[in-house]
């Protein structure tokens, strides 16, 4: 249980104008509703109750409420620390071109003579063919210290050579079993390196960060998805250098989101390293510190990579490389037995599954899990979700897994047009992000967003989800694969209900009394916007106000 209360946090009226109800409780028994109280961090009462009670005791704060007040939204899967620390280097997000990428190392160089490491993200992997870059294009601006650059899937690093030289990856370094060396004609490393066991290669020479830079790091990260109404967090990769940084963090009060933990399950350390024992006393740890922000129910497995490098596990070979069927990350006996053993410990299991070689063995891993172990509330997690076989698809409900998109994904932009398309070829290219098949047989579906792979922005996900149109209307007014559109309705729970769910978090997701007060205030209604016609309007809809328990981390009302 936690030891000390949650910070303290003010009483709240929120209120319609007259004739108004501008307040989605997110609940089929309240609907839509004009008042809500709020008092210590939860929702004591709505409607007329709430403006009785206010009448009563008058509340601290009165928020005269348009557009939308609504459930905080909640991200199902992303890196919020890796996030924040892309902060702490050069600022190649965005860049346009690879000169842009490499004139912004430079600078940054210049400007901290000191570092001897010079570390950076996330750039984007379709500005040079085949996302394969060059050391020597480093080598130009920074040659006396190490470079390493992540992109932006967060699954391939490009490095210049005194970072190799390091490394001592040299053309006679075989490629690791997870991963490999991209190289030139001559056999020389290029500088791109693919997958875990090559992308650390380099980065587990890069000095390790301090606890207060990943408690800056996490506080940096949280001031951002304030500013996005997101209050609760699946973190997605917890190594075990990142328990304590959340503990401090939180201790500290620069912890503004709540944060469930996915420790990383590891095909080769998991039984000799046993992790199932370290997760364990690790979760220990974390509940018993945690005043309330932080858990850790959570094991995250990776059940293949991605289907833009060409490692996502795929059920036929890859159309550009036929001798291929990608990179599983796990043999599918391993995979059942880890999360056998995890579920048997009490561990909800996460898992990224990409490619219909992915997912397959994801859901068989669940199933024997549910077949050996005794029955328990184990919401499984399968993430990702690109590419499923048409027959697995009523595994899922028939499985109790709950489906965690990522809906920025689904939509016809570079990375999908020139990466992945003509990897997968037309016919499977059109079996992607299958959210309407799976709304369709019950399942549960979640959302998120990746960050910092993609916009931690919900309504930037929430208005792929709807149009399946990118920022320029691509393709055309029906959208991409259209059958797999959501309603709005389905893409806001989605982001609120659907990740609560995800994280055992009953009590947020929904404005009903009891709940707790985590609130976002939408400059519009997006329901009002689709049905105006203007749902391509949805990505800038503004947040007004944020509250975490009751208390506002965004915005003054
Ligand atoms: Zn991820």
Redesign the pocket.
Known sequence: MPHTPEPPSLSWLFQGLPGTSPIRTNSPEHGDTHALLVRDGRIVALGDDAVRLAEAEPPEQRVQVSGLLMPAFGDG?A?PMFAGLEWFGPRIRGAGSVEEIIAAVGAWATEHPGEDWIVGASYDPTLAPDGVFDAAWLDEVVADRPVVLRAGD?HTVWCNSEALRRAGVTADTPDPRLGWIVRRADGSPSGTLREWHACDLVLDRVPGRSVDELVEALGIAGARYAECGVTFVQD??VEPDMVEPYLVAEERGRLSFRANLAFRADPDTWVSGGQVAAFTAARERVHARSAGLVTAHTVKFFADGVIESGTAAVLEPYCDAPHTCGMPVWAPAELRDAVTAFDAAGFQVHI?AIGDAGVRPALDAVEAAQAANPAWDRRPVI?HVQLVDPADLDRFAALGVVANFEPLWAQLDPLQRELTIPRLGPERAALQYPMGDLAARGVRLSFGS?WP?TSPVPMEGVAIAVTRRTDDGLPDEEGWTPHQKLTIDQALDAYTTGVAYQVFADDRGVLTPGAAADLVWLGHDPRAAVRDGDAGTLASISVRGTWLAGRAVHGTP
């Open positions: 899967h890196h967060y997605a990769w990224h993430a990746d792979v």
